[in-house]
């Protein structure tokens, strides 16, 4: 039996530990069981259960405080992952311990570059595939960030190359849709379903004076448009039904429902249900 993970990337305060929230909350409504690995060695607080935390291993104001390294956060972080990815025993012999087809939640840094170009990621999902498991990369923006037409082409580009570098089954989540007013909640569907060449003529009348930049973005906006690349889900913290979206697709990326085995007791009341009727 294969085991899963979803991981959980985006830039800093894109809403990656609410997300995991959630989906811990959706999971025990359905009845199904995962665990929430925390891989963000700055995080600070939780509101779900962490079943591993890497602070356990390394701890990132240990690493800024060392008179040698001298690291600021940023560098510290960088080598906190750096570490991590040295040492994925620890991290295999936590998974092993569990039953065969367990599921995780990755709860991961805020780093951009983790995910565009620095190995650690990359690591991670090889170890994963290698331990047989089936991977889904599940990368968040804010969409306060996406009112504007540049921004939000600037989201679509890093959730691409997040896809691009990992090589996995790669989801883009635009997050706290509560947050918008009334006005944005009717112009969401042009950002969730976009034709960027139309996005990016709207965008052009108001800013765009450099012919160079402009043919380099409008032919950008073509390759994702042709290829269909990215395309956001919603994420509203109020609305149940948004994350159980999400879940379904990531369960029909990851094949997750083909491989469960009817269990007994759900066959038992089934059975007792129809019955009664
Ligand atoms: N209203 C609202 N706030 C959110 C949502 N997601 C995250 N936040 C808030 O945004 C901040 C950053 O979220 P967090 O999950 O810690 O981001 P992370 O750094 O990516 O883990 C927190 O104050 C959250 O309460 C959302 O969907 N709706
Ligand atoms: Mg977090």
Request: proline share 4%.
């Amino acid at each position: 039996m294969p085991r899963y993970a979803q991981l959980v990337m985006g830039p800093a305060g894109s809403g990656k530990s609410t997300y995991c929230s959630m989906m811990v909350e959706h999971f025990s409504v359905l009845k199904r069981k995962c665990y929430v690995v925390n891989l963000d060695p700055a995080a600070e607080y939780f509101d779900y259960p962490v079943e591993l935390d890497i602070r356990e291993l390394i701890h990132l104001d240990d690493v800024m405080e060392d008179e040698e390294l001298r690291f600021g956060p940023n560098g510290g972080l960088v080598f906190c992952m750096e570490y991590f990815a040295k040492n994925m025993d620890w991290i295999k012999e936590f998974i092993t311990d569990m039953e065969e087809d367990s599921y995780f939640l990755f709860d991961c840094p805020g780093q951009i570059e983790l995910y565009t170009h620095l190995p650690v990621m990359k690591t991670l999902v090889e170890n994963l595939q290698n331990w047989d498991f089936r991977t889904c990369g599940v990368f968040l923006v804010d969409s306060q960030f996406l009112g504007e037409p540049s921004k939000f082409i600037s989201g679509t580009l890093s959730s691409l190359s997040c896809m691009i570098n990992l090589e996995i089954t790669h989801l883009s989540v635009m997050t706290k849709v509560d947050l918008l007013s009334k006005h944005s909640k009717r112009d969401l569907q042009k950002f969730l379903d976009p034709e960027m060449q139309n996005l990016l003529l709207a965008d052009m009348c108001d800013t765009y004076h450099d012919k160079k930049y402009q043919k380099l973005t409008e032919s950008l906006c073509q390759i994702i448009d042709d290829y269909s690349m990215v395309r956001f889900l919603p994420l509203d913290r109020s609305d149940e039904e948004s994350i159980n979206i999400i879940l379904q697709h990531i369960d029909t990326a990851m094949q997750f429902s083909e491989d469960q085995p009817v269990r007994v007791e759900d066959y038992n009341e089934d059975n007792e249900r129809d019955a009664e009727d």
